[in-house]
């Protein structure tokens, strides 16, 4: 018994330093929030191992396996409840867990190669939903996955090559069902395995979460004192799971027509952000052109000397903290505002003509110049630090995103019209 335990305690200190700062231990430093990735990714394997049992990956079978699996096989409707639950929290928790990396400085010299892994986690997630998504084969998956695929066709040069080869063919059909089940039970989850070990490797290395300087000097062992606060995490986390997955079931329409569209037609909720744009800039520059920047900025950023706040204070000083609640504050009104002036007033056809120039490269070059303005403003008249400008740049990006994808899930409508969130039934 001894032994085993010994086991068990060497197989943690593997993916944790042997202590940890004390300062460390503090909840409200990173909310658990690597922990619940790591519970919800567990959730998802379980699950998924169970649902494998049942399901039949084609066309003419798969909507027919869901339907048995939840009116005929024990529990089978919470095993996958709970499996839509985890997956759709997983994207939410994996989000903050970036914003959380972003607001207390984690990202710089030490942690950069950690910061890319995280990204590249981040995009599998989402693949992992959305190759999830479609599996059901019922008209919510169909139809969102057609959305989703379109977009690529938006891509230049090789767009309509990459919405083929996602796709297997010109159409949705068994082609995509195959593929989209292959990425989702092999190649997703392996690389998601590998790279969560490696993430939490360099995080050990690094001597575990970022801390203040004032904290560095008292120390905790990492067995109890870390692991048993991660278990605390994780077991409410999987009690909130299995309750949600009690009382809320995963949706399941009718099987797949082709030649029926709901309306509205709309992408997964982690996309609609991206769906809200199409609505108002080019697709070129809404699927690919903002994207790409998006990425390379993010890529880039712990490269950029003193680009990260001080490790460990949530905001870097209280100073930073003012200037966050006035950037979300001000991001929040002005995506509201532009929206309503875009939908309202600028959408005319007069105004709309030759859309690669007025709704691609012009709003474009506007919201360069306005990153540029608003750094100068931050840095050079109100005395904020670079890190403290970068900070706000990031999270005024994170809040537009955020609440593209408000407007997306709960004030569209028919026709993708905007309707408040009770006239369609959303709430």
């Given at each position: 018994?001894?032994?085993?335990?010994?086991?068990?305690?060497?197989?943690?200190?593997?993916?944790?330093?042997?202590?940890?700062?004390?300062?460390?231990?503090?909840?409200?430093?990173?909310?658990?929030?690597?922990?619940?990735?790591v519970?919800?990714t567990?959730?998802?394997?379980?699950?998924?191992?169970?649902?494998?049992?049942v399901?039949?990956?084609?066309?003419?079978?798969?909507?027919?396996s869901?339907?048995?699996?939840t009116?005929?096989?024990?529990?089978g409707?919470?095993?996958?409840?709970?499996?839509?639950?985890?997956?759709?929290?997983?994207v939410?928790?994996?989000?903050l867990?970036?914003?959380?990396?972003?607001?207390?400085?984690?990202?710089?010299?030490g942690?950069?190669?950690?910061?890319?892994?995280?990204?590249?986690?981040?995009v599998?997630?989402?693949?992992?939903?959305?190759?999830?998504?479609?599996?059901?084969?019922?008209?919510l998956?169909?139809?969102?996955?057609?959305?989703?695929t379109?977009?690529?066709?938006?891509?230049?040069?090789?767009?309509?090559?990459l919405?083929?080869?996602?796709?297997?063919?010109?159409?949705?059909?068994?082609?995509?069902?195959?593929?989209?089940?292959?990425?989702?039970?092999?190649?997703?989850?392996?690389?998601?395995?590998?790279?969560?070990?490696?993430?939490?490797?360099?995080?050990?290395?690094?001597?575990?979460?970022?801390?203040a300087?004032?904290g560095?000097?008292?120390?905790?062992?990492?067995?109890?004192?870390?692991?048993?606060?991660?278990?605390?995490?994780?077991?409410?986390?999987?009690?909130?799971v299995?309750?949600?997955?009690?009382?809320?079931?995963?949706p399941?329409?009718?099987?797949?027509n082709?030649?029926?569209?709901p309306?509205?037609?709309?992408?997964?909720?982690?996309?609609?952000?991206?769906?809200?744009?199409l609505?108002?800039?080019?697709?070129?520059?809404a699927?690919?052109?903002?994207p790409?920047l998006?990425?390379?900025?993010l890529?880039?950023?712990?490269?950029?000397?003193?680009?990260?706040?001080?490790?460990?204070?949530w905001?870097g000083?209280?100073?930073?903290?003012?200037?966050?609640?006035?950037?979300?504050?001000?991001?929040?009104?002005?995506?509201?505002?532009v929206?309503?002036?875009?939908?309202?007033?600028l959408?005319?056809?007069?105004?709309?003509?030759?859309?690669?120039?007025?709704?691609?490269?012009a709003?474009?070059?506007v919201?360069?110049?306005?990153?540029?303005?608003?750094?100068?403003?931050?840095?050079?008249?109100?005395?904020?630090?670079?890190?403290?400008?970068?900070?706000?740049?990031?999270?005024?990006?994170?809040?537009?995103?955020?609440?593209?994808?408000v407007?997306?899930?709960?004030?569209?409508g028919?026709?993708?019209?905007?309707?408040?969130?009770?006239?369609?039934?959303?709430?």
């Open positions: 018994m001894r032994s085993s335990r010994r086991s068990i305690t060497d197989l943690i200190l593997h993916l944790h330093p042997r202590s940890v700062s004390f300062s460390t231990l503090r909840f409200t430093l990173s909310w658990g929030l690597g922990g619940m990735a519970t919800l567990g959730l998802l394997f379980l699950t998924g191992i169970l649902l494998l049992l399901y039949q990956p084609s066309t003419d079978s798969a909507y027919s869901v339907l048995t699996l009116r005929e096989v024990p529990f409707l919470w095993v996958r409840n709970i499996h839509y639950w985890s997956a759709n929290l997983l939410a928790v994996a989000l867990h970036l914003l959380r990396v972003i607001l207390t400085g984690a990202f710089g010299p942690r950069r190669l950690n910061w890319i892994i995280g990204l590249a986690l981040l599998l997630l989402l693949a992992a939903n959305f190759t999830g998504y479609l599996l059901p084969w019922d008209q998956a169909y139809w969102a996955v057609t959305i989703c379109s977009m690529l066709g938006y891509i230049p040069l090789c767009g309509e090559w919405q083929a080869l996602f796709r297997g063919g010109s159409e949705i059909g068994p082609s995509t069902l195959a593929n989209f089940f292959v990425l989702h039970v092999a190649f997703i989850p392996g690389s998601l395995f590998i790279l969560m070990l490696w993430h939490f490797w360099l995080v050990r290395r690094a001597g575990g979460l970022v801390q300087e004032q560095r000097a008292e120390r905790s062992p990492t067995v109890p004192d870390l692991v048993m606060r991660e278990a605390a995490v994780g077991l409410t986390l999987v009690a909130l299995l309750l949600l997955a009690m009382v809320w079931n995963a399941l329409q009718e099987q797949a082709p030649g029926m569209s309306n509205p037609t709309k992408a997964p909720w982690y996309f609609q952000g991206f769906q809200e744009l609505l108002h800039i080019h697709p070129v520059y699927v690919f052109v903002w790409l998006g990425g390379v900025i890529l880039a950023i712990p490269f950029w000397r003193g680009s990260s706040l001080p490790s460990g204070v905001f000083s209280e100073r930073g903290r003012v200037a966050a609640i006035w950037t979300a504050v001000a991001g929040i009104a002005a995506t509201f505002g929206i309503l002036l875009d939908t309202l007033v959408s005319s056809d007069a105004v709309a003509a030759n859309t690669l120039i007025t709704r691609g490269l709003p474009t070059a919201l360069i110049v306005l990153a540029v303005a608003l750094y100068a403003l931050m840095v050079r008249k109100l005395r904020y630090t670079r890190a403290e400008a970068v900070m706000a740049g990031l999270l005024l990006a994170v809040v537009v995103l955020s609440m593209c994808t407007v997306g899930v709960w004030f569209r028919q026709g993708m019209h905007l309707v408040m969130p009770w006239a369609q039934g959303a709430m």
